[in-house]
């Protein structure tokens, strides 16, 4: 290999980390500059925007479970329907007149026992391939909101109930109008994801997550419990899909039969273009909220513009394929052969 | 050195099934310390099975183990590790998507205390690394390489620094030098003599009658699962020790 070559290589490698971590970031700042100039006045007005943040609450919750689930180079369909249940037992407790602390409660804990039940399936029962156990637990759990409700909507929650999808904070003492308000779910989101955050990248559970996606005998042999620390990715999977059971009962106000339905394929779709590796061991939080960002920014954009819900479908799915088709040229690049 | 000759492990008529078929059936093995013992035999002769009772990984169906001295019942791979047994593996067992240093450390990361929680210590395993990948003379770009980027001798050393970055007493390699190039694997072998000189017992399974013969001071053969035949380096041949592996004695 002649010098200019390896100039030219090392280059590449040089460039390869930051387009790695802040590529995903640039394609969404390219989307939002494109719709700032395709609506000037209402794409970035404080409303729109905290519209966007609103719409994506849940589906954001979803999204991370199933990055991490991803990350160990599994897949959680159930995410939905964990939801669904999850959202249906708030409902129930709600009815029957449970203080809010504990209707509050109810989800997280009804999301967490879903995961742990995902977890202990994939792990205890050696399904052959976590596809095969939460596309099962997607009919169980759904079955069983619709058991339990009836399959009919269950409406009306007290204010505290509904503070997390639903509550505002007031600006107004720093100026701003009433009207510019920030929503509690925004600030939900941000802290939930700077907790993942570190977890993911700062402590040694999150290290072996990485290590299991990355090559699970490595960590086996390395003496982490391989099996302890999926039903703890699984479990809190389901857990956050809990809190997006809670944002969501307090968007809606109502438990409803078809509530997430096929948000599994969204919160995978978000983590793909985050950049987020099927095989695992790759992707970042930062990645998964940029899918997610990405995902809500082009549904609110074409919304704005009347374009038909038929062409965001195929936007978002040939958005998916290009993200993809990119990773795989970066790592012709990245990677030795 | 007073404790080379000290016995370090020892493994007694250690026997293991996989359901109907026996894998191993009363082996019996021993490491002394600064000693280099080579492993052989054909395929499916049950090698891998031993190394991996050894580690902790298999439970053997009967036979103990003992450790300078003292039996012991390993669970896991975590109980033989910290009795200072390291396993350097075939497919080498890193994670290709992690850098240097954090496969080194991978499941013994340092960690810093803030408030109540536990935070990975990335400048102590960086530290850390770079100390230890000097001493064993092994080049890298940087400890934040990611493994993936490294050639395959460069993995191997990776493995093995992995293997001793914990005070280990005893390192057992599976195939160390099988997925190497021909100029890596004088250096892979040095390596090794050098551990042997800081007092290390090595166990080294290899089918390469080369390396058993540069870096081994004993051999031992096993066949079928059972110990075949066993000798100093010195008082047998290459042709003696092929035989063996083929069951001829």
Not at chain 1, 92 to 109: D, E, R, S
Not at chain 2, 110 to 128: Q, S, V
Request: glycine share 10%; aromatic share 8%; charged share 15%.
């Amino acid at each position: 290999m002649d010098n200019k070559d390896q100039e030219k290589d090392s280059l590449y490698l040089k460039l390869i980390p930051y387009f790695d971590r802040y590529g995903i970031l640039l394609l969404l700042l390219i989307m939002i500059v494109v719709m700032h100039f395709l609506q000037p006045d209402v794409f970035l007005s404080w409303r729109n925007v905290t519209n966007v943040f609103k719409q994506i609450s849940w589906q954001s919750m979803l999204a991370l479970g199933v990055f991490m689930v991803i990350v160990t180079a599994g897949i959680d369909l159930s995410v939905g329907s964990i939801m669904m249940l999850s959202l249906m037992i708030l409902a129930i407790v709600a009815k029957a007149g449970a203080p809010w602390f504990v209707v509050a409660m109810t989800p997280l804990i009804a999301g967490l026992i879903c995961g742990l039940i995902n977890g202990l399936g994939i792990t205890i029962l050696r399904m052959p391939h976590p596809f095969i156990m939460t596309l099962g637990t997607l009919y169980i759990f759904r079955g069983t909101g619709n058991l339990i409700s009836g399959g009919t909507p269950i409406s009306g929650f007290t204010d505290e109930v509904r503070y997390l999808g639903h509550g505002r904070i007031d600006l107004t003492w720093l100026g701003l109008e009433k009207s510019q308000y920030l929503p509690v779910s925004l600030v939900l989101i941000a802290i939930v994801y700077i907790i993942f955050w570190v977890f993911m990248n700062h402590t040694r559970t999150g290290k072996w997550i990485y290590a299991i996606g990355g090559n699970p005998s490595a960590a086996r042999a390395s003496g982490v419990n391989v099996n302890k620390i999926l039903v703890i990715v699984y479990s809190l999977c389901g857990f956050l899909s809990g809190i997006g059971a809670l944002i969501l009962a307090g968007r809606t106000d109502s438990g409803y039969p078809n509530a997430g339905l096929q948000s599994e394929l969204d919160a995978i779709a978000a983590c793909i273009i985050g950049g987020a590796s099927f095989f695992g061991g790759r992707g970042t939080v930062l990645g998964v909220f940029a899918g997610v960002m990405i995902m809500g920014i082009l549904r609110n954009g074409l919304n704005l513009m009347d374009v038909s819900s038929f062409w965001q479908q195929v936007l978002i799915g040939s958005i998916i394929v290009l993200a993809v088709y990119i990773d795989v040229l970066r790592r012709d690049l990245g990677t030795r052969k | 050195m007073s404790s080379i000759n000290q016995l370090l492990l020892e493994a007694k008529s250690v026997t293991k099934y996989f359901g109907t078929i026996t894998a191993l059936e009363n082996v019996n093995l021993k490491i002394h310390a600064g000693e280099c013992l080579g492993v052989v035999g054909d395929n499916g002769a049950g090698k891998t099975t031993l190394m991996k009772v050894l580690s902790g990984l298999y439970k053997p169906s009967s036979g103990s183990l003992y450790f300078e001295g003292k039996k012991e019942v390993l669970e896991s791979p975590k109980d033989s590790q910290e009795l200072g047994l390291e396993m350097v593996y075939q497919d080498l067992a890193l994670a290709g998507n992690l850098p240097i240093g954090e496969n080194i450390f991978l499941g013994r990361e340092p960690t810093k205390n803030l408030g109540f929680i536990k935070l990975l210590d990335f400048k102590k395993i960086k530290e850390l690394t770079d100390a230890h990948l000097g001493k064993l003379k092994i080049n890298v770009k940087s400890a934040d390489q990611k493994v993936e980027e490294l050639s395959g001798g460069q993995r191997q050393a990776v493995a093995i620094a992995r293997s001793t970055a914990f005070n280990a007493k005893v390192v057992i390699m599976d195939e160390p030098t099988a997925a190497l190039a021909i100029k890596e694997v004088g250096k892979v072998l040095d390596l090794i003599n050098s551990l042997k000189k800081t007092g290390v017992g090595v166990i080294v399974i290899s089918h390469r009658m080369d390396d058993i013969f540069a870096v081994c001071d004993r051999v031992m053969a096993l066949f079928q699962g059972t110990n075949f035949a066993e000798s100093e380096l010195s008082k047998t041949s290459r042709d003696e020790v092929i035989g063996w592996i083929m069951g001829k004695k």
